[in-house]
T-cell receptor, first 114, second 112 residues
Framework: DAGVIQSPRHEVTEMGQEVTLRCKPI?????LFWYRQTMMRGLELLIY????????DSGMPEDRFSAKMPNASFSTLKIQPSEPRDSAVYFC????????????FGPGTRLLVL | AQKITQTQPGMFVQEKEAVTLDCTYD???????LFWYKQPSSGEMIFLIY??????QNATEGRYSLNFQKARKSANLVISASQLGDSAMYFC?????????FGAGTTVTVRA
């Protein structure tokens, strides 16, 4: 079975540009999570969805960040406009149910904003 | 917010020996979960083991075992018979209130 798929794996962009990160969760998983990993702040939860509906976006750093899940097999995280401090690894994860269910992570997208 | 602490930024272990990675947490909730993930240099996050707060026995998965001491609020990971491929960053994560909170991580380097 395919795991969580993320694209692109690497992204280099210039400050001010729009960045879109994509995620395909494991088929049948009802929950989808977006995380950001930096040296300074470690792994942080940005937002999570249940059945395509955003449940908690309290971790989204500011209005420049937005996330959507138009269907059960696709989600995007958009940064507009991007800034150098957004440089990080962005992970998508999915789980079958909430509660104590294991979250399975995608390979991550390494974003560098120049 | 839940607090999860990994006090060991880095550790060295000899191949074939066991290593214990510390993890403590702070919560007043009775129901929660504790996870350990491995992040090798390639960057992916790999699930290793899970312990529920109501589980009576310590979790084990192959060479991984979790030393869960609920009263002390600790959930240490034990890796037995270390292999060179175990060299990686290891994260403890606390699950509660629908959220997973990660510790700062411990880097393990296995020496031949």
């Amino acid at each position: 079975d395919a795991g969580v798929i993320q694209s692109p794996r690497h992204e280099v962009t210039e400050m001010g540009q729009e960045v879109t990160l994509r995620c395909k969760p494991i088929s049948g998983h009802d929950y989808l999570f977006w995380y950001r990993q930096t040296m300074m702040r470690g792994l942080e939860l940005l937002i999570y969805f249940n059945n395509n509906v955003p449940i908690d976006d309290s971790g989204m750093p500011e209005d420049r960040f937005s996330a959507k899940m138009p269907n059960a097999s696709f989600s995007t995280l958009k940064i507009q406009p991007s800034e150098p401090r957004d440089s990080a690894v962005y992970f998508c994860a999915s789980s079958l149910i909430q509660g104590q269910e294991t979250q399975y992570f995608g390979p991550g997208t390494r974003l560098l904003v120049l | 917010a839940q607090k999860i602490t990994q006090t060991q930024p880095g550790m060295f272990v000899q191949e074939k020996e066991a290593v214990t990675l510390d993890c403590t947490y702070d919560t007043s909730d009775p129901s929660y979960g504790l996870f350990w993930y491995k992040q090798p240099s390639s960057g992916e996050m790999i699930f290793l083991i899970y312990q529920g707060s109501y589980d009576q026995q310590n979790a084990t998965e192959g060479r991984y075992s979790l030393n869960f001491q609920k009263a002390r609020k600790s959930a240490n990971l034990v890796i037995s018979a270390s292999q060179l491929g175990d060299s990686a960053m290891y994260f403890c994560a606390f699950f509660n209130d629908y959220k997973l909170s990660f510790g700062a991580g411990t880097t393990v380097t296995v020496r031949a």
